[in-house]
Nanobody, 116 residues
């Protein structure tokens, strides 16, 4: 099993920045990739950004150029720096770990609200 604990999030004005952090524990050797997903009210959970253990990254088109994912394999952490936030970025953000066998592990979620 892999346990994920998120921190960060909160309320920010449009154009502002936030940083999300996620720490993984448990059977870390099973993790092939870590990343972030988000779910807005009434919508499906969607990928925001992921990074593999080989440092390949994948971003949703809507966040490219504004969000940056970083991963520390030694510390088993993954961060998401979010700049130039927009109201449409408002959602619950979930840390995700993908095992080599294809299993997904999820954090409890952290709320990000972008509003003036």
């Amino acid at each position: 099993q892999v346990q994920l604990v998120e921190s960060g999030g909160g309320l920010v004005q449009p154009g502002g920045s936030l940083r999300l952090s996620c720490a993984a524990s448990g059977t870390i050797f099973r993790v092939a990739a870590m990343g972030w997903y988000r779910q807005a009210p009434g919508k499906q959970r969607q990928l925001v950004a992921t990074k593999t253990i080989g440092n390949s990254t994948n971003y949703a088109d809507s966040v490219k150029g504004r969000f940056t994912i970083s991963r520390d394999n030694a510390k088993n952490t993954v961060d998401l720096q979010m700049n130039n936030l927009k109201p449409e970025d408002t959602a619950v953000y979930f840390c995700n770990a993908l095992s080599w066998s294809g299993s997904h592990y999820w954090g409890q979620g952290t709320q990000v609200t972008v509003s003036s």
